[in-house]
């Protein structure tokens, strides 16, 4: 059998002005007032996390979500500052390291909470926070009767500055269970609004949604995939 040579290299060419383009016609088709976070998760989808995302910056992107915050604090190790959600929750310690780095994290659990603001007093600042809410897809986050509760604590307390709330959708391709999704999500919402409780960034859309729901934008999506020409 015959075997390929020992110096043989294979690589992909990334095309930012590709990048650019897609970005251009992403902002056209967003509502307007809508914030974007682009997502750059697992190396950006393997075209490079760090270079696609000082692009963007460059061209004004100024919110960026990854899964694990190793992967938000190699983007600050290589300069960018904008914000940066990391979309799964931690441990006490990664916290720690989150706030210290002003990087924004994810509560999705009452035990989460708890170790946020410890991680919180322990860095001596506030740390800022979204909450994930399941409303179906089954990875984890807070089920409905759970978020009044936290969202409550997470007010009154002085370190934890409550900056969003987020669900994912189950499979944003049928309609019918996507919109009930995103009318309980809705539901969810008006009640925290009810109680004074109104949290500024409200965010359901990843890409698929975002092109097929533009009623769902709320004041964020989430965008990656279709950044990258999917």
Not at 47 to 63: C, I, K, P
Not at 168 to 182: L, N, R, V
Request: aromatic letters at 8%; hydrophobic letters at 45%.
């Amino acid at each position: 059998m015959n075997e390929p040579p020992a110096d043989t290299h294979k690589w992909i060419e990334i095309d930012l002005d590709a990048i650019r383009h897609n970005l251009q016609e992403i902002r056209r088709n967003m509502q307007e007032g809508v914030r974007l976070i682009a997502v750059v998760k697992a190396n950006a989808y393997g075209l490079g996390a760090v270079a696609v995302a000082q692009e963007l910056a460059v061209l004004g992107v100024d919110f960026f979500g990854v899964t694990f915050l190793s992967e938000a604090l190699d983007l600050r190790h290589h300069g960018v500052e904008e914000d940066i959600l990391v979309f799964t929750p931690m441990t006490e310690e990664d916290y720690v390291a989150a706030v210290e780095r002003d990087i924004i994290v994810t509560v999705a659990s009452a035990q989460d909470l708890v170790a946020v603001e410890r991680a919180a007093k322990r860095a001596g600042h506030g740390i800022r926070v979204h909450i994930k809410v399941d409303i179906g897809l089954g990875r984890f986050g807070l089920l409905e009767a759970e978020v009044e509760q936290i969202v409550s604590k997470a007010y009154v307390s002085e370190l934890i500055k409550l900056e969003g709330i987020f669900t994912h959708f189950a499979e944003a391709t049928k309609d019918a269970y996507t919109i009930e999704q995103f009318n309980n999500f809705q539901s969810l919402l008006l009640k925290l609004d009810k109680k004074g409780q109104r949290i500024p960034l409200r965010h359901c859309c990843g890409s698929s949604a975002f092109l097929r729901y533009p009623f769902m934008h709320l004041d964020a999506v989430r965008i990656g995939t279709i950044l990258y020409g999917q």
